[in-house]
């Protein structure tokens, strides 16, 4: 991190634009992050070259740093995307969303937090949320209220939701992977591969290991019989495809996202 701060160009309005309309998204992926680079340089650099979205990134983080906050880079678990996220490391993970939160609904993350952490999948039902609404700390809430807040616990990229089931979005794993594992250690589950927090994944069923899809991927690319790297038995699920961003770039970039990023640019 030093040695990088030390090779960083000094800030200008296209960095500090960047930052403005990144901290309003809070995380996104990476073609998103290309592309909200340029909107930057087209409409302060001048005549000045663009940086590669690596190095422009290390001269935000140069001057983050003595703030305690950093632009992390992350991969997507399902298919890994490249994602970015500007994390605060001062203060504690959940904390930082008491703004954003009242009592009552930053306990109902914790619940759901525990649950998907807690599970085989990487997944909790809504309904399983939902049936601890009458345990939460604060004003009390109906389960149509709880339903409305797990809702905005997606809209601001806390939690994913896929036919009625939540798990966490990447910038929760980026922001609050310490957290995690600090608090859950007897749950978590880590990727044998990359040695990070998994929250989603395949396990061997001979031994148990666990991978991120990502890490199974590029594991076991142009490999016809993949064997588990621990015990060398014969993996038993799909191989999934390794993420390639030339092959459909925008594939990765939601509706929601693209519109939502136009409307702050202008």
């Avoid at 203060?91 to 609904?105: C, G, L, Q, R, V």
């Avoid at 759901?112 to 039902?125: K, N, P, R, Y």
């Avoid at 076991?220 to 993420?243: A, I």
């Amino acid at each position: 991190m030093q040695g990088s701060a030390r090779r960083a160009g000094a800030m200008t309005d296209v960095h500090r634009r960047f930052l403005q309309l990144l901290m309003t998204h809070g995380a996104l992926e990476e073609w998103d992050v290309q592309r909200l680079q340029k909107h930057c340089h087209e409409v302060h650099g001048s005549n000045a070259p663009e940086e590669k979205l690596e190095d422009f990134i290390t001269t935000i983080n140069s001057v983050l740093e003595s703030l305690y906050i950093e632009i992390k880079k992350g991969v997507t678990e399902d298919d890994g995307r490249p994602i970015y996220a500007l994390v605060n490391l001062a203060t504690t993970p959940i904390s930082k969303m008491a703004s954003d939160f009242a009592e009552n609904e930053l306990d109902l993350f914790r619940k759901a937090l525990e649950l998907i952490v807690d599970s085989e999948t990487g997944f909790a039902s809504s309904t399983n949320i939902l049936n601890l609404v009458d345990q939460l700390k604060g004003k009390r809430m109906r389960k149509k209220e709880a339903e409305q807040v797990l809702q905005k616990f997606v809209q601001n990229k806390w939690l994913i939701e896929k036919e009625g089931e939540f798990t966490l979005h990447s910038r929760t794993i980026l922001e609050m992977g310490q957290h995690i594992r600090e608090t859950y250690p007897d749950a978590v589950k880590i990727c044998d591969i990359c040695h990070g927090l998994l929250i989603q994944g395949q396990s061997c069923d001979t031994c148990g290991i666990r991978m991120h899809l990502p890490c199974v991927a590029k594991y076991f690319q142009s490999n016809p019989e993949p064997r588990c790297p621990h015990c060398n038995d014969y993996w038993p699920h799909r191989v999934p495809e390794v993420f390639d961003p030339q092959k459909e770039p925008e594939t990765g970039v939601s509706k929601s996202n693209r519109k939502s990023l136009r409307s702050r640019q202008h």
